[in-house]
């Protein structure tokens, strides 16, 4: 069995980020850079099955700058076994990169595709459901638990009132939550073994995929300052302001 994982570069989860002067985006000079967490926790449970025996090749995909192959070096250290890097300096929106990777499973052919549920900086939620579309394939989201046995997929969900297992069947696409499992640091020695890893690199026009954006960013801004709170003498005067300042009861 072969699985395919998505890996992005994100601003560092440790970092505070800064909305430009413009109000264009976010300020990316400068900036601390690394593998989006939920990605950590997908390369984390891919390499689980490799080393449990239940895959036989793990291969990661990061789409964007050249530095993206930082990230599938981290993955390869981890314990991936190959990377694909598509190579552009374009904005990459979820749609591109939903279709980017529906080529990539073309040639690939993995059994399974993991993803993130979501990338940190964008927030979208989109690119593993989008990509379950275009391949018509099976999906299982934000998933604390997976199973893979006998063309199936038994993939355990958060949901609000407690847990939902779902039995999908393969191929699939999975996407991680948070608990799915604690991702590894990696150690010296595979830091210096995945130096030695293939990392093949090719463009989106090559994989014939118009990456175009879609939608426009009208603005970014800074969230509304808060306000510093205030200390309370007894409970009448909380429910005073309550009632009376706040209007909440
Ligand atoms: P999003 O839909 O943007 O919140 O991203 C969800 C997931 O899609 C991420 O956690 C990654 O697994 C994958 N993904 C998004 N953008 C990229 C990218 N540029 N390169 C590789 N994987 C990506």
């Not at 070096?73 to 990169?97: F, S, W």
């Not at 948070?178 to 150690?187: F, I, Q, V």
């Not at 990456?211 to 603005?219: E, F, Q, S, W, Y």
């Amino acid at each position: 069995m072969k699985l395919l994982v998505a890996v992005k570069r994100v601003i560092d989860y440790n970092v505070k980020v800064r909305v430009k002067a413009d109000e264009t985006g976010v300020e990316t000079a400068n900036v601390k850079m690394s593998m989006n967490p939920f990605d950590e926790i997908a390369v984390e449970e891919a390499v689980r099955l490799l080393e449990a025996g239940t895959v036989t090749e793990v291969v990661v995909v990061s789409m964007g700058i050249q530095q993206c192959q930082e990230t599938i070096r981290t993955a390869l250290a981890m314990g991936a076994d190959r990377g694909i890097h598509v190579k552009t300096d374009d904005e990459l929106q979820p749609l591109a990169v939903a279709k980017l990777l529906a080529k990539i499973v073309e040639k690939e052919a993995p059994d399974v595709v993991i993803l993130g549920k979501q990338a940190i900086d964008d927030d979208s939620n989109q690119t593993g459901q989008m990509l379950a579309g275009l391949l018509g394939w099976s999906q299982g989201t934000f998933a604390s638990k997976i199973e893979l046995a006998d063309g199936k997929a038994n993939v355990t969900r958060e949901v609000d009132g407690g847990l939902e297992t779902l039995a999908i069947t393969l191929p699939a696409i999975i996407t991680t939550d948070l608990r799915l499992n604690e991702p590894r640091y990696a150690s010296l020695p595979n830091i210096m073994k995945a130096k030695k890893k293939t990392i093949d690199e090719m463009s989106p026009e090559e994989l014939g995929v118009d990456v175009a954006p879609r939608l426009t960013t009208l603005k970014v801004t800074e969230p509304v300052k808060r306000e510093g709170g205030v200390k309370v003498e007894s409970v009448a005067e909380l429910v005073d302001k309550l009632k009376n300042e706040a209007g909440v009861i």
